[in-house]
């Protein structure tokens, strides 16, 4: 039997488990997703009175409001374990959010720099740190938070290996060094091999992204973020004969689909590929 509990309280008890459990970040997401649903339906709403056609109409409401695709699925998807989460503890019986479908996200190709501009744009930044951290970023491939927690305890610059923390999955995993990412951390070895971290000089991710931001404009790319320098490492890789499958270990996602999103750039490798089948 489901105990009775109302929307309200529910959120802050699992909202107060989660600070204990997740990073901040996805604790704000968690509040986020929590508080718009708490808006559609009330906060006195008990939790087992909650239906799938409340979700149907949550979703619908944050497509009308205008809020973009990718942000109405990821306040679904948090709220899809919040649910799941107060079946475990016996609050509800089913999760009303597993009979809901999220809006459909068309993706566009990912955007990134040729990488024929890469060292003419790495070249013209003028401060040591940013330069070694922005060519980290393009040589691993590594999301923000992976790079500015990675520690000299984790690099084994004989084996040219690191361990890093997946934040996307929450596992360690170890993954071979390119040649200029070796480099950068023989540089960053020179000037911070004192400390616990390879990248000390920032604490604040969310500055980090500032930062980078302000030289990608700088650079002439005012429509990219961070994030694609990762897209601009998985381009490079596919464009000079990579798989996809290898880049999908490389870039650690947990899923060869994700992956699939860099596959336009292959067309010319297929067809070389296919050749590969001789009688």
């Keep these: ?77 948090h709220l899809h374990r919040a649910f799941e989460t107060a079946k475990l503890w016996e609050y509800i019986e089913s999760n009303p959010f597993s009979e809901v479908k999220p809006p459909r996200i068309f993706k566009a190709p990912p955007k990134f720099i040729p990488a024929a501009e890469v060292g003419p744009f790495i070249a013209g930044i003028e401060d040591f740190d940013k330069r070694m951290f922005i060519t980290a970023l393009y040589a691993s491939g590594r999301r923000r938070c992976e790079l500015l927690n990675l520690r000299w305890a984790d690099v084994d610059m004989t084996k040219r290996e690191y361990r890093v923390h997946v934040s996307k999955v929450h596992r360690d995993t170890i993954l071979p060094m390119s040649k200029l990412f070796h480099d950068v951390l023989v540089e960053q070895k020179i000037f911070h091999g004192h400390g616990e971290k390879v990248f000390p000089k920032w604490r604040n991710p969310d500055s980090v992204t500032h930062w980078v931001k302000l030289e990608l404009i700088k650079g002439g790319y005012p429509e990219l973020h961070l994030h694609h320098l990762r897209h601009s490492f998985a381009s490079a890789y596919v464009e000079a004969g990579g798989n996809i499958f290898t880049l999908s270990k490389l870039l650690t996602h947990s899923n060869v689909n994700t992956t699939q999103i860099y596959s336009h750039l292959t067309p010319g490798h297929l067809a070389m590929e296919v050749d590969r089948v001789k009688v």
């Design 1 to 77: 039997m489901a105990k009775e509990i109302i929307l309200a309280e529910f959120m802050s008890e699992y909202i107060d488990y989660r600070k204990g459990a997740v990073m901040a970040s996805t604790v704000m997401a968690d509040t986020l997703a929590l508080r718009k649903l708490c808006d559609h339906v009330g906060r006195e709403k008990p939790l087992v009175e909650i239906r799938p056609r409340h979700g149907d109409t949550f979703v619908s409401h944050c497509t009308r409001s205008g809020l973009k695709a990718t942000s109405t699925t990821n306040h679904f998807r």
